[in-house]
């Protein structure tokens, strides 16, 4: 049991006490009503996890511009705040902390999910070999278009918004979602950013609009209770980059100066593995930050504990895991075995493969 004790070394995070550093990585699980308001499921759902360190909620779109697929919740609308306040409110009751990732797709979308008239909306006109889940089942994701300087302040106060909506909803943080190739990842990597203007060439300048939102959405709760998600080298919704270490070096030094609550790296995303320089670039970029650091990606509690015994990260989180595990910390704690998680029911349905995964005591009995 000793060997996982570090998981169980108590955190504090911007005024925060994490009681455990098994995280829960944010999931999307397109169970939201169609207009993004959370469904009731949802309240259990979280209310089940709530022996997390902390929950990160699945992606939320932070305007309806910012949607790419069927039946994702957002936080742009009184219905959203009401929905989310009856999820943080279950979670606290339970004695957890839920931080709302926000999510602006950017051009993995596809118009039939868009308000009329609208096309995705992209840092250069390049689509994307992607797709989406619509209402007609998988789809090629729409020709993008890109994004004009002067509306780039929207989109900044589109994420200042979505935050201010996510404290009335009572969340205790933020996580700023700028990974898995979505808007601020593909301002950030030049195979999907060519401007010509203030956001784009070098590095400082494709990081420019992920750093204005994380100032904004910091501005609006203070440093402390935002983090954000980067995923230097995954390839999902078809990035890449000319040079990943050069790219991140330069965000991972400009947002250490901010004082986030943290930074959480997809360090390998399911199905691309990172490979040995990968790796080894990563724990080089992981050099660079000097604040709290969650690392995510195919994790067993062994693997986890030895990372955070070692520096290499102060806390993992943990997707597919906690899908099919609510009560992950006590499984990882008492060494009890864990239920495989049923890929069939990972995106849209109802309560099968959402709320019905069975706790180590019903189990038991
Ligand atoms: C069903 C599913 C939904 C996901 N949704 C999100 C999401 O909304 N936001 C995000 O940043 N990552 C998302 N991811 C990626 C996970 O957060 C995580 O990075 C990935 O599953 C690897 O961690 P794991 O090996 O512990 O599952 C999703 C992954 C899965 C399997």
């Known amino acids: 049991m000793s060997d996982i004790a570090p998981l169980f070394r108590p955190l504090s995070m911007g005024g925060l006490e994490l009681p455990n550093r098994v995280l829960m990585a ?44 069927l039946d994702t919740p957002g936080i742009h ?28 797709v950017g051009r993995i979308s596809h118009t039939s ?40 302040p929207r989109i900044v106060a589109d994420y200042a918004r979505a935050a201010a909506r996510a404290k009335e909803a009572g969340f205790d943080g933020i996580e700023v979602h700028a990974a898995n190739g979505y808007l601020l990842d593909q301002f950030l990597r030049d ?48 990035m890449s980059d000319s040079d990943p270490e050069a790219t991140f070096g330069t ?25 040995p320089d990968e790796l080894a670039a990563l724990e080089r970029l992981r050099g660079l930050w000097t604040g709290t650091y969650i690392a995510n990606g195919g994790f067993n509690a062994t693997r986890a504990a030895d990372w955070i015994a070692r520096g290499r990260a102060d806390a993992v989180s943990f997707g597919r895991p906690f899908i099919a595990n609510p009560d992950l910390p006590e499984r990882y704690q008492l060494g009890a075995g864990l239920t495989t998680p ?17 706790f180590r005591a019903q189990e038991a009995a």
């Not at 705040?81 to 943080?88: F, L, N, P, Q, S």
């Open 26 to 69: 944010p999931l999307t699980r397109n169970r939201a009503h169609s207009d993004g308001t959370p469904k009731a499921m949802a309240e259990e759902y979280y209310h089940q996890r709530a022996s997390a360190g902390l929950i990160i909620t699945e992606a939320t779109q932070v305007s309806p511009e910012g949607k790419g697929y």
């Open 77 to 104: 609308e009184d219905s959203h705040v009401a929905g989310w306040r009856r999820i943080t409110e279950t979670v606290h009751a339970a004695g957890g902390r839920i931080f709302l990732q926000l999510w602006h």
């Open 113 to 152: 999910l868009l308000p009329e008239g609208v096309v995705p909306v992209a840092p250069s006109a390049i689509r994307a070999k992607s797709q989406v889940f619509g209402t007609d089942g998988f789809v090629d994701v729409s020709e993008p278009r890109a994004l004009e300087a002067d509306e780039l």
């Open 191 to 238: 195979g999907s950013n060519r401007r010509e203007d203030a956001y784009g060439g070098s590095a400082e300048n494709r990081a420019r609009l992920a750093l204005e939102v994380t100032e904004a959405v910091a501005s609006v709760w203070g440093a402390d209770r935002v983090g954000i998600r980067l995923s230097p080298f995954g390839s999902f919704n078809d």
């Open 251 to 275: 965000i991972y030094r400009a947002l250490d100066k901010l004082r986030l609550a943290y930074l959480h790296v997809v360090e390998s995303f399911p199905g691309s593995d990172s490979g």
């Open 342 to 358: 049923n890929e069939a029911t990972f995106y849209g349905g109802g309560t099968e493969g959402y709320t019905d995964y069975p």
